[in-house]
């Protein structure tokens, strides 16, 4: 029994870790890809051009949740995160091998773009279906630090694609380096395909399964039966959204043009930030497990809304010492929200339209947050940037280079809003819970 119990978490562990490797490797390498296959003469037009392929992934998210949200809510866990992994090598390895827009024109930029919806498909499959399948097998006693590892995972295939880029981006590297982390993403996915192939189902869904007890419309009943837990879900995922995505990308680009930093220098104080963030995710999702999922989220919502300004105050002092001091504490931010966020959205479902319900509200959030938003704070800070403050207490710079704060604050009221109301529906989802596996 122990042993099947590491093998799970290794299979959800490994397997997410990898197939965000693949996802996140298109933001890493954004400006190569952008001169690649959008080539114009201004690199900003490039990278915002190249941005349509990181914009394309995040719609198809709640559309690749919708698919194997279906699959995994009727056939099966295990065969949905089966196809996730499998599916998700295919357009990692088009995108390594495709020719550049100089060789096949317009036509290499829309199959990039194809290629990108793909990912964008498998990703919306993978990431909470993950979680669910490892708390469902393993989450009784410890749900948050479980589902925190789950989180770390992905982090670190995050972690992962920024170090190789790191490394592909210096000087003395060929100009095809990028190509070459894509074709080893494709093939590391064999690996997490041969581990998942080696698991078996959870046995919460084996039970409903067993009993035919499956819902055949599980979104719908989802949203329309339980749209408290919707969303709340929205919110959260757009929360972790907006939180990880200004760590992993918005901060490259405000860090390298409105402040002078290099993009290695950059993509090194990110990795810094990513490495607080996977070691403070399970030490979140413990204190959780500790609190209580309600209260918990409800103070790490407030925690965030007060800890914004001061994240961009710190940005603020030209000194990289006060540069990794807010590269820290945007990490712990992000993992106090997105370490025990699949425990906490994970029971505001019922077994028979979970994964439908949790990864699809949650891909809809993070697209408004994690596809949306980075480009509306790039877009503020840059029209309102040289807006000063002078009559200020304290000294502000200027207004603009705040805003992406005011972001980050409202989403974060928002959804402490959102928990606190859904929490009297909490205990009724968790009965009608019971009463489907007791009848099962």
Not at 66 to 86: E, K, M, Q, V
Not at 265 to 280: A, M, P, Q, R, S
Request: glycine share 10%.
């Amino acid at each position: 029994m122990k042993q099947s119990r590491v093998r799970i978490l290794f299979s959800s562990v490994i397997g997410t870790s990898l197939e965000f490797y693949n996802f996140m490797l298109y933001a890493v390498f954004m400006q190569e890809i952008g001169q690649e296959f959008f080539p114009t003469h201004n690199e900003m037009q490039s990278i915002l051009f190249g941005s349509i392929g990181l914009f394309a992934a995040f719609i198809a998210r709640p559309f690749g949740a919708t698919i194997f949200g279906y699959i995994g809510d009727n056939y099966g866990r295990r065969l949905a995160l089966i196809l996730s992994i499998s599916l998700m090598g295919i357009p990692t390895l088009i995108i390594g091998i495709l020719p550049s827009y100089a060789s096949w024109g317009l036509t290499s930029s829309v199959l990039l773009i194809l290629c990108r919806i793909m990912q964008g498909l498998c990703t919306g499959g993978e990431y909470n279906g993950s979680a669910i399948f490892a708390l469902e097998h393993l989450g009784k006693k410890y749900p948050g630090l479980f589902g925190a590892l789950i989180t770390a995972s992905s982090v670190g295939g995050a972690l992962l694609a920024n170090s190789v880029g790191i490394m592909l981006k210096q000087p003395d590297m060929p100009s095809v380096g990028w190509r070459v982390a894509f074709m080893a993403g494709a093939l590391v996915s064999l690996v997490g395909l041969y581990i998942r192939l080696n698991t078996a189902e959870s046995p919460e869904f084996e039970k409903l399964m067993k009993n035919k007890r499956i819902n055949k419309s599980p979104l719908i009943e989802a949203i329309t039966k339980h749209w408290p837990s919707s969303i709340t879900t929205i919110i959260t995922g757009t929360l972790n959204g907006i939180l990880a995505y200004t760590l992993y990308k918005f901060l490259n680009i405000y860090l390298v043009r409105w402040f002078g930093y290099s993009e290695t220098e950059v993509l090194k104080l990110t990795n810094f930030g990513i490495i607080v963030y996977i070691f403070c995710s399970p030490l979140m999702g413990y204190i959780m497990d500790r609190t209580g999922g309600q209260l918990y989220m409800k103070r790490a919502c407030l925690f965030i809304a007060f800890a914004a300004i001061p994240l961009f105050y710190l940005f603020q002092y030209p000194s990289l010492t006060t540069t990794y001091i807010a590269e820290a504490l945007m990490g712990i931010m992000v993992a106090s929200i997105a370490g025990p966020e699949h425990a906490f959205i994970q029971k505001l479902f019922p077994v028979k339209d979970r994964y439908s319900g949790v990864a699809f509200n949650y891909c809809v959030g993070m697209g408004i947050g994690g596809g949306a938003m980075p480009w509306i704070q790039v877009y503020l800070v840059e029209v309102m940037h040289n807006i000063d403050m002078p009559n200020f207490p304290i000294h502000l710079p200027s207004l603009g280079l705040y805003l992406p704060s005011i972001t980050i604050i409202i989403v974060s009221l928002l959804s402490f809003m959102a928990v606190r109301y859904v929490g009297h529906k909490y205990r009724a989802i968790q009965a009608e819970d019971a009463a489907d596996l007791k009848k099962a």
